[in-house]
């Protein structure tokens, strides 16, 4: 079956440092991928996606590349700062042959912990 | 525009009670979701409906819960009888069609212990 798996955190940084959180992707057909964060006490936020291989999603100075050959979609930043403290979520959304499907399947989120 | 709007945040209930979540999806979105999110976990669908059908519920428990969406524009989740494993976070989202690539948005979630 479909499935996210993204690296465990917590991860924790200083300010300004570069960061990269890890996601591969299982998926039977032609994927979607997205990243999700969820502020403290908040909804999950769209952060950006990219809907078909080499596609370059990007948003807020974060960016992730769709990369067919290796299953991934790691997210990064060249400099993070405190307000960038999140849980952040890796997810696919599958579209089937013959089909139409918008089901988010989700990693188990990666806490960041930027520190001033 | 107004987001995905639910209600309440926050419920506190005790086992054996039921509970009730409702959710006002963006206007214009045909696409309705219910997700539920255990600690430290990602969300994981519950339902999704195509204006007032639900296409997919198949990770619905069935026995405790139900949804539903009349008019398909707004949606109430139930639960009863609540079970301490029940506790989690339960978001709604929405989004426009089909494709996969379309974005879903999420409200803030109703979180709901069970005691």
């Known amino acids: 079956g479909n499935s996210v798996t993204q690296m465990e955190g917590p991860v924790t940084l200083s300010e300004e440092a570069f960061l990269t959180i890890n996601c591969t992707y299982t998926a039977t057909g032609y994927p979607s991928l997205f990243w999700y964060v969820q502020y403290p006490g908040e909804g999950l936020q769209l952060l950006l996606k990219?809907?078909?291989?080499?596609d370059k999603g990007s948003n807020k100075g974060f960016e992730a590349t769709y990369r067919k050959e290796t299953t991934s979609f790691h997210l990064e930043k060249g400099s993070v700062q405190v307000s960038d403290s999140a849980v952040y979520f890796c997810a696919l959304s599958d579209r089937l042959a013959g089909g139409a499907t918008n089901k988010l399947i989700f990693g188990t989120g990666t806490l960041l912990a930027v520190q001033p | 525009e107004a987001g995905v709007v639910q209600s309440p945040r926050y419920k506190i209930i005790e086992k054996k009670q039921p509970v009730a979540f409702w959710c006002n999806p963006i206007s214009g979105h045909n696409t309705l979701y219910w997700y539920r999110q255990n600690l430290g976990q990602g969300p994981e669908l519950l339902i999704r409906?195509?204006?007032?059908?639900?296409?997919?519920d198949s990770q619905l428990p069935k026995d405790r819960f139900s949804a539903e969406r009349l008019k398909g524009v707004d949606s109430t989740l139930k639960i009863q009888p609540a079970e301490l494993g029940d506790s989690a976070v339960y978001l709604c989202?929405?989004?426009?069609?089909?494709?996969?690539?379309?974005?879903?948005?999420f409200g803030e979630g109703s979180w709901l212990t069970v005691v």
């Open positions: 409906y195509e204006n007032e059908e639900a296409v997919d």
């Open positions: 990219a809907t078909k291989a080499d």
């Open positions: 989202a929405s989004s426009f069609g089909q494709s996969s690539g379309n974005t879903i948005y």
